[in-house]
């Protein structure tokens, strides 16, 4: 799901901003997932913006477009005010980001990472 290298390039190489990062992610998605189910059920709408505005930012890095794009229309369900089609987005995003968060894990308690010589050849 994630492209590694891409993702270190993103961020020029840094290696130890790559586990921060990844570390900070899986504490916040779980959060904001949950922030976002409670906002659309009590109609909370600039919390649901809000949430869906953080989720976004959390997981730009990782490329993880399904949960990217499903942030991208909650945000706007809670900026229209109206959250017609939320009960498909909201399971969608749950899946989506469960495999991201998956992902995540598997990489931080693998040790697995991308080395600064993969790093040095897409940093410019």
Known sequence: MIDWSATLKGLRGDQRLLET???A???EIPRLLAELRRAAAAGDFPALRLAAHTLKGS???FGAQPVLEAA???EAMGQERNLEGA???LPALDCAARQLLAALAEHAFSGNTVTMVEAKEVTP
């Open 21 to 23: 990062i990844v570390k």
């Open 59 to 61: 997981v730009r890095y």
């Open 72 to 74: 991208l229309r909650l």
């Open 25 to 27: 992610a899986s504490g």
């Open 87 to 89: 009960d498909q987005v």
